[in-house]
């Protein structure tokens, strides 16, 4: 397995913020059919389009020739309004839903056959007692092991539609058993709290990874279970949480704010205003809340710290915030595409845009993580750079700033050191995940019978398991120096083992362990306890 020659720390927040997204469904009016109606410009374009398909010398596929074109009109508008084609369509929709209809596994194309990592918990499989490790050989009597398997071609077997039902024959390596399943497909959860656990007694703890149409009762079901197990603060974690829908953020504020708070200013091009207020809802609104964020944490999830912010709700933990103050409406193109097209600008309670410039285009836009990188501001607060003329002023006097992103309360240094780079970037890569399913391969029966409890008070990755790591990120032709930072390798591949075995609680609750901006809130509540 081929891997890139080296990590760049550089590229790493570029990567995580490219797909930053606001939807929503404002009460503007809708002016499209007018729009379309109206406009003779595309009669150009049009005529274009069948002048090549008609009598150009050479066969060209003209559909290839219109996405360029969409394309190069979006890029020439603003940095998040983006053209999606149909043959990506579908795994978009499915991202912002929140589900998918299918069987319900995660798995790798492992050699030249489908290996399951974990069903996914509430899916189909996972009812059906599919379990990590199984190869899935026959899909309906298909094939779908060797050579010519593909991701595309899987996908297309596996899913279908919703209660149609499917046989798999399945063969499971650690009992050497061939076994046949048979079950219906169904709807499988996108699920977007990462994680959802108790601090200490009192702090709660809940991970949102995205802003989809299920987010809200996913959170919800998260916070009620903690407010059962009387937590007295929450922390929601936000960092590299890309955003999604205005709605959804929205409804997660209104969980913290009182009675008719300002949430959400948006304005579009006609100067129509929509000023968005928290409701009656809201089961937390006397507890403390604290907001992590970093240089990733955008759109919706800026929507969110702005709101508590300026509603001087709670505390903004972290570093800037991407800087994204754009609505994105999705919009069909009638053969299965679609654009999300920026409709409206939005501000926070206190009237501040916090959408970062963008006329330098798109290269430059997406280049701000290696900016700040350069100028120090990861590293320090002070260097930051504010705008006097964009100071505005809370209700209780905190003074806050727009034009790039939510500024913390508190700010939390990045070790910017290549080496905590790698760290970071292989703890959540395909790659370490790769390397630990191998693992599993050999090992599986260690863990058999095993608990979670079990697992983080028992076992210890051990300098074999890491040395044989670094020699296969080196075969695989990855240069990784991680002298300094062997406990921090040892703590992310026992998170990925979690990950496998467990689930993505277990991944998050080992990796959070001595995690700084976390170890910074407790602080905080030490602090405020003593002076009680």
């Not at 809708?30 to 274009?48: G, H, P, Q, V």
């Not at 391969?441 to 863990?447: A, D, V, Y």
């Amino acid at each position: 397995m081929g891997y890139h020659k080296k990590y760049l720390p550089l590229i790493i927040g570029t990567a995580l913020a490219a797909g930053v997204f606001v939807g929503s469904k404002l009460n503007f009016n809708d002016t499209t059919e007018k729009i379309f109606a109206t406009n003779s410009k595309k009669d150009k374009l049009n005529r274009l389009i069948d002048y090549i398909d008609y009598e150009y010398v050479d066969r060209v596929n003209t559909d290839s020739i219109v996405d360029v074109t969409v394309n190069g009109i979006l890029e020439n508008l603003d940095p998040h309004s983006v053209y999606i084609p149909s043959d990506e369509y579908e795994e978009n929709a499915d991202d912002m839903r929140g589900n998918f209809v299918g069987i319900g596994v995660s798995y790798y194309i492992y050699k030249d056959t489908i290996a399951v990592i974990r069903s996914i918990k509430g899916g189909p499989a996972e009812r059906a007692g599919i379990k990590g490790g199984d190869r899935i050989l026959y899909a309906d009597e298909r094939k779908i092991f060797g050579d010519s398997i593909n991701r595309d071609s899987v996908i297309s077997y596996l899913k279908g539609e919703k209660n149609s039902k499917i046989k798999l024959k399945v063969y499971r390596k650690n009992k050497n058993e061939f076994l046949d399943f048979k079950f219906r497909r169904k709807e499988v959860p996108l699920v977007s709290v990462d994680a959802s656990y108790k601090l200490n007694d009192d702090v709660g703890y809940i991970k949102l990874n995205r802003f989809s149409e299920t987010t809200y009762n996913e959170f919800k079901d998260a916070l009620d279970d903690l407010i059962d197990e009387d937590i007295e603060s929450l922390v929601l974690d936000l960092r590299n949480n890309p955003g999604g829908y205005i709605s959804t953020a929205e409804r997660v504020i209104d969980e913290f704010l009182e009675d008719d708070k300002l949430v959400l200013i948006t304005k579009n091009k006609s100067g129509d205003i929509n000023k968005d207020y928290a409701t009656r809802r809201g089961d937390f609104e006397d507890g403390k809340v604290y907001v992590l964020i970093n240089e990733n944490s955008a759109s919706a999830s800026e929507i969110v710290a702005g709101a508590l912010q300026d509603n001087d709700k709670g505390v903004i933990i972290g570093r800037r915030s991407f800087g994204k103050g754009l609505v994105q409406r999705e919009m069909s193109l009638g053969d299965g595409s679609a654009v999300r097209l920026t409709i409206a600008r939005y501000y926070t309670p206190t009237g501040r845009s916090i959408q970062r410039p963008y006329g330098n285009g798109n290269d430059a836009y997406y280049s701000d993580y290696e900016k700040r990188y350069k100028n120090g501001e990861l590293e320090h607060k002070e260097d930051i750079e504010v705008v006097d003329s964009l100071k505005f002023v809370t209700p209780k006097g905190k003074i806050v700033y727009g034009g790039g992103g939510i500024i913390p309360d508190i700010f939390v240094p990045k070790d910017t050191s290549v080496g905590s780079e790698t760290i970071n970037y292989v703890s959540r890569s395909g790659f370490m995940s790769y390397f630990i399913f191998e693992y599993l391969e050999q090992n599986r029966k260690q863990f058999s019978g095993m608990n979670f409890k079990d697992f983080v008070e028992n076992y210890t990755v051990n300098e074999s398991l890491s040395k044989e790591f670094i020699e296969y990120a080196r075969f695989n032709e990855a240069q990784i120096n991680l002298t300094g930072y062997e406990a921090r390798l040892k703590k992310a591949l026992k998170a990925n083992i979690a990950q496998q075995l467990y689930g993505p609680n277990a991944h998050e609750l080992i990796l959070n362990q001595g995690d700084l901006m976390l170890t910074k809130v407790l602080e905080l509540e030490a602090k405020e306890k003593e002076e009680q």
